[in-house]
């Protein structure tokens, strides 16, 4: 029951997720091709919407759910890091036409093959985890 709140959030978020159409990978497609605005105009409103909500976090110091204030430390920017990063997570995208979140909302949508990317996602983060104090950071 404690994290109720969260799967109801999770549910929501795929169900906006769908009606919105950002797990097809048609409209993917055509991101990438530049052929269409529809994921540009998503993914601005969601960092738009990002950039909302931390600012509200750091205003009236919001707590997590174990009651600690949230608090954003700010890292150095390294372009090593961010590009490797950025192209694994690209071509990740690239190959299984669905970003991290989406994928489970894929496969609550009856696109079974997505437990092969959520299988390898998880192995991924696995492996990061196992290997991350001999990556640059």
């Known amino acids: 029951m404690k994290y109720l709140k969260f799967i109801l959030l999770g549910i929501l978020f795929g169900i906006v997720a769908t009606k919105s159409e950002i797990i097809s990978w048609y409209r993917i497609q055509e991101m990438f091709r530049f052929e269409s605005f529809h994921m540009y105009g998503v993914i601005g409103s969601a960092v738009v919407l990002g950039v909302i909500i ?4 750091k205003q009236y110091k919001l707590k997590n759910i174990q009651g600690d ?17 950025g192209t694994i997570f690209g071509l990740g995208w690239a190959m299984t036409g ?6 489970f909302t894929l496969v609550g949508n009856g696109v079974l093959v997505m437990l092969v990317a959520v299988a390898f996602a998880l192995l991924g983060t696995y492996v ?10």
Request: proline letters at 14%; a positive charge.
């Open 128 to 137: 990061y985890g196992l290997l991350r104090d001999k990556l640059p950071h």
């Open 69 to 85: 204030v949230i608090q954003f430390n700010p890292k150095a920017m390294s372009v090593p890091r961010y590009l490797i990063g």
């Open 54 to 57: 931390v600012a509200l976090i």
């Open 98 to 103: 669905a970003c991290p979140g989406p994928m």
